[in-house]
């Protein structure tokens, strides 16, 4: 059988049509992020592919072709499975609760014998399409305020929790961010907000207290005065710290810097990458590297705000949200402006659940801008 018999040509011009709706600059530069990744993986490692260079290319090569085949799938299917993702997703976090595999001290992942899953990857999708989908059959009065926000806050607070209790501060941070994002964007009154942020900054002493592990209290306390114990608690924002400095303007120059090859820095090729993308690049890279961030944040918010449908914007700025919170805490941590919750940089760091989870959201964001015209008439279910 021809390939004419198994595609009408009608359907072969609808995905021609649809693959040119991608958004290509956006795609160059989570490209050059992904690439730059690379880089500094290759540097770090003493200038060779291997462990993570290498790796990183290759998963990052999958994951982009599974952004752009994402990007086909038209927006009422994406609307269709919201619920049922999340569902999934909260179903897997229960379930790590029960018979997840303990590293580290934590208890975060699944063991189903091909391949080690993290649930919590799949809620961060999950909460901002079931929150997406939840308003967009909503009033905008009632998104302001209503007795109806029990249920959003609800969606981000069971999986916050699960989280939180494996524990991961840092993807429960993430989660509870990322849904108040949406709740944000879909609405919520400003007044509520300010009532929330008060509340939560009145709750922090207590949680720090009384609800946080030891090892969570420690990196607080850590964060609040990190040169009390230099060479024990204090010692990755330290390291940190002297990378960040000694890069100056320029840096030291590719695979130079003394802190990351003398294996000073911790968690070089993860958590702490972007120390070492300064010490070799200085502030010049540094800067570089976050204009490509703001640039792909600035043109994933503007596909978000074109969508015909409620559910596309959301969507499209939640994921956004948690793409740009990725950035924000840690480089903040990084730098010693928060506390040390073990948040990657996006695909700058070595790791593929989070590239995953990354890119997948990005094919809801190219999926919004390739049916950008889809409309979705309501909420529960009504289609056209």
């Not at 919201?82 to 590293?103: K, N």
């Not at 989908?133 to 806050?153: N, T």
């Not at 000073?264 to 540094?286: N, Q, R, S, W, Y």
Request: hydrophobic share 55%; proline share 4%; with cysteine.
């Amino acid at each position: 059988m021809t390939a004419g018999g198994l595609t009408r040509p009608g359907e072969r011009n609808r995905l021609v049509v649809k693959f040119s709706e991608i958004d290509w600059t956006l795609a160059l530069l989570i490209c050059l992020i992904a690439g730059m990744g690379s880089i500094m993986l290759y540097s770090i490692a003493g200038l060779s592919w291997a462990p993570w260079a290498a790796n990183h290319l290759v998963r990052f090569g999958l994951c982009f072709a599974l952004m752009v085949v994402l990007a086909m799938v038209d927006l009422r299917v994406w609307f269709v499975s919201a619920y049922p993702v999340y569902a999934i997703g909260l179903v897997l976090l229960l379930a790590v609760e029960v018979v997840g595999d303990v590293s580290l001290g934590a208890q975060r992942w699944l063991n189903l014998g091909f391949v080690r899953l993290q649930p919590s990857e799949i809620m961060k999708i999950g909460l901002v399409l079931a929150l997406a989908r939840f308003y967009h059959g909503l009033p905008a009065d009632e998104a302001r305020f209503s007795w109806r926000l029990f249920v959003p806050v609800a969606l981000i607070g069971v999986p916050t929790l699960l989280v939180a209790h494996q524990p991961d501060l840092g993807t429960a941070v993430l989660l509870a961010a990322t849904g108040l994002s949406v709740m944000m964007l879909a609405g919520l009154s400003l007044r509520v907000v300010g009532a929330l942020a008060l509340s939560a900054l009145a709750a922090i002493p207590p949680v720090v207290m009384f609800v946080l592990h030891d090892y969570q209290r420690n990196r607080i306390l850590t964060f609040l005065n990190p040169e009390a114990d230099p060479s024990g608690s204090g010692y990755h924002i330290m390291q940190s710290k002297i990378a960040l400095g000694s890069g100056g303007l320029l840096g030291k120059g590719f695979g130079l810097g003394s802190q990351s090859q003398l294996d000073f820095l911790p968690e070089k090729h993860t958590d702490f990458i972007f120390a070492t993308l300064a010490e070799e690049f200085g502030f010049v890279g540094c800067v570089s590297v976050l204009a490509l961030y703001l640039a792909t944040i600035t043109i994933a918010l503007r596909i978000a705000s074109v969508s015909h449908s409620h559910f596309g914007r959301l969507g499209s700025a939640g994921v956004t949200a948690t793409f740009a919170l990725y950035v924000l805490i840690n480089g903040a941590m990084v730098m010693g402006l928060a506390p040390v919750v073990g948040v990657p940089m996006p695909m700058l760091s070595f790791g593929g659940t989070v590239m995953l989870t990354v890119m997948i959201g990005f094919g809801l964001v190219q999926a919004v801008r390739v049916h950008r015209y889809s409309e979705i008439t309501s909420g529960r279910g009504t289609l056209v």
